[in-house]
């Protein structure tokens, strides 16, 4: 059998497979469409207008400013003692940058909890099952993963689909990028499995790129100028990502009710998570991402952002208007955009199109980095990518809207070597001061009153999702209780402030990594939970015990009042190594898990996509002996010839006669 599997040259198929006599092909018949490629330099006439003006935009700007004049004045009051020099400056500035992004994510989640409280979240359950007229994609790119992991969604998907009757409307295609030839031989020969398991209205396609050419982005525009045509809508996902039926159809029906709208993006739910760091991801998306979602959603409108799965993009909309080009200079900064879903959402917006989330739509779900260390190598990534949207934010032609997404998608990794530098700056300013009086009055009722905002701003949001939970019933239950749903925020509270300065330590060196110019290169994602042994939690975290030791034992020789204003980031500093090799443990997160611990809804009752894959997969890894062994007969034919033929003795003879 002949399956394509280096290349996407050759259509093996000159006609799509249909239900007989085309189970050899790989990839349907080539469908082209043009996808362009768009400038950076030369924008599009101005903007029009998709609904009216936003208002609630323009007061969350306005009360985000407010916060921030009242704050950095206050801090000017507390620097001004003494004298201002260019220290004071420099530390007026680093807070005044910070505490406007603080302040901003305050009132968006604000405004998100007061939408989220007038409009609880729909199942879907119980409404009408919308009817569909259009064909969608579904593209599921791959580079390196377990075969076991995505075979099983795209049968879990398949099924779910054809349970409400609709899955001759999807087509999935398996978008494999994958380098390692073990992998891409597994790869293959599971679609052939699959292919031969189910019936013969599945159509799974799967196509193995030659050249990795500008990564996932350049994955899913080879697909679009090769099958484009044949598919009014693509649903893109990640090798880790899962949505229900239910959803896809309610996202496809939103799409055809809509011609102006290009991307409708899902806020997806975190499942499947088997460590305490996992869990504890898990338990925070699931309990605070829909507040936030809705909050962001109402201030973006038609100018929302794209995460890079989970959505639902208008396939033509996408070929004319998100082809991306390269940026100028070397890597990292330059060369193709890594981080491609906020660029390619907003050259969509300036296009004409609107992208928008589903925030009323649960059913969609990824999964999440087992440990700290693992989300720091992936944030490694995703920093040099942000970064590089410094290049991409005075493109010509854009959104205001899309602009401040780039901008904060920038902050939120220049954040951390920021609050850096803002906590060197004012130790320093300390240790310069001689006068105990004016130590005295930064330590005072207004520098208390200061830090006590500031913490405000970070812990109220997830208090007022806490009581979105508390005030349902059916979200209490799913939770474990009203009970589990205060010890779940108070430990993720707890254990998210001892690792902050782990993390902005991380992100600082990731900063720093990408700024002197190296890249950060293309590595496989680790997904399955693992163990993270003393030794190398040692090695990553020797640094920043060392840093935690070193600072807790400056601020306590400047001032007692220093060290215990300081003490969240030297204990966690200090903590590091333990805490990180605790949260890594499986046994830990399944403590929890018979505790009721971190419990969210998905976890108490999978849904049937969900419980589905985790069956399938673990069908898949059983079987792991007998593929290993047809692997090896395969690499040793010479050998297993020569035992089928060697002479036999008459006694052998006699015993296979007897048999």
Not at 4 to 14: C, F, I, K, N, V
Not at 75 to 83: D, N, Q, T, Y
Not at 569 to 586: C, K, Q
Not at 643 to 650: H, V
Request: glycine share 10%.
């Amino acid at each position: 059998m002949m399956i394509q599997t280096r290349g996407s040259d050759a259509e093996l198929s000159p006609e799509r497979p249909a239900r007989a006599g085309s189970f050899f092909a790989c990839t349907p018949r080539s469908a082209a469409l043009a996808m362009p490629i768009q400038s950076l330099r030369r924008g599009e006439a101005p903007i029009a207008p998709l609904a009216a003006p936003n208002p609630r935009r323009n007061r969350l700007l306005a009360g985000a400013v407010g916060l921030s004049a009242v704050a950095t004045s206050v801090m000017g009051v507390l620097l001004s003692p003494g004298g201002f020099g260019v220290l004071d400056g420099a530390v007026l500035v680093l807070f005044a940058i910070l505490f406007a992004w603080t302040a901003f994510g305050f009132l968006s989640a604000c405004l998100g909890w007061r939408l989220a409280w007038r409009t609880p979240a729909r199942s879907g359950r119980g409404e009408p099952q919308p009817i569909l007229f259009s064909r969608t994609a579904v593209l599921m790119p791959i580079y390196n993963e377990d075969p076991g992991r995505i075979l099983a969604a795209a049968q879990a998907l398949y099924e779910d689909l054809a349970a409400l009757g609709v899955a001759e409307l999807y087509d999935l295609y398996l978008l494999s990028d994958t380098r390692d030839e073990r992998i891409a031989g597994d790869e293959a020969a599971g679609v052939i499995r699959l292919r031969a398991r189910l019936p013969g209205d599945f159509r799974l396609y799967y196509r193995r790129r030659e050249r990795n050419i500008d990564r996932k982005a350049g994955n899913i525009a080879d697909w679009v100028r090769r099958h484009g045509g044949d598919y009014p809508f693509m649903l893109v996902l990640d090798a880790d990502s899962l949505m229900t039926g239910d959803t896809i159809v309610r996202l496809t029906a939103a799409m055809e009710a809509d011609p102006k709208l290009g991307l409708l993006q899902t806020s997806p739910e975190i499942v499947g998570a088997e460590t305490l760091f996992g869990r504890l991801q898990q338990f925070a998306t699931r309990a605070y991402g829909r507040m936030l979602a809705v909050g962001q959603n109402a201030w973006s409108g038609d100018e929302g952002n794209f995460w890079g799965h989970n959505a639902i993009i208008r396939t033509r909309a996408f070929a004319e208007s998100a082809g991306l080009p390269h940026l100028p200079g070397r890597k990292p900064f330059g060369g193709h955009i890594m981080s491609h879903d906020f660029v390619e959402a907003a050259l969509l917006r300036r296009a004409g199109w609107a992208v928008r989330m589903a925030t009323d739509l649960h059913g969609s779900y990824e999964e999440a980095p087992p440990t700290l260390l693992d989300m720091a190598i992936r944030d490694r990534r995703w920093c040099q990518g942000n970064l590089q949207h410094a290049g991409v934010v005075g493109a010509a032609g854009l959104h205001w809207v899309s602009r401040l997404h780039l901008m904060r998608g920038i902050l939120s990794y220049l954040a951390s070597p920021l609050w850096l530098l803002l906590l060197c700056a004012g130790a320093g300013l300390w240790a310069a001061e001689a006068s105990p009086t004016t130590m005295a009055g930064r330590t005072g009722p207004l520098a208390a009153w200061l830090f006590g905002l500031t913490m405000a701003l970070l812990v109220i949001p997830k208090l007022l999702a806490a009581s979105l939970i508390l005030r349902d019933a059916a979200a209490r239950r799913g939770f474990g209780g009203g009970l589990r749903v205060c010890l779940g925020v108070a430990v993720e509270m707890a254990v998210s402030t001892l690792i902050a300065p782990v993390t902005m330590l991380m992100q600082s060196a990731a900063v720093l990594d990408v700024l002197s110019g190296r890249d950060s290169g293309w590595g496989v994602q680790q997904r399955d939970a693992g163990r993270l042994s003393r030794r190398e939690a040692w090695r990553t975290h020797r640094a920043h015990v060392l840093l935690g030791l070193v600072g807790a034992g400056l601020a306590l020789a400047l001032d007692p009042a220093v060290f215990w204003w300081t003490s969240p980031v030297h204990v966690g500093l200090v903590l590091s190594a333990p805490l990180s090799a605790l949260l890594a443990r499986v046994e830990a997160g399944g403590l929890a898990a018979r505790l009721g611990l971190l419990a969210t809804p998905e976890e108490r009752l999978p849904p049937r996509v969900v419980a589905r894959a985790a069956e399938l997969r673990a069908a898949y890894d059983a079987e792991a002996p007998v593929r290993d062994e047809i692997a090896r007969l395969f690499r040793a034919p010479v050998q297993t010839y020569a035992l089928m033929n060697r002479r036999r003795t008459p006694s052998e003879w006699g015993d296979r006669m007897a048999a």
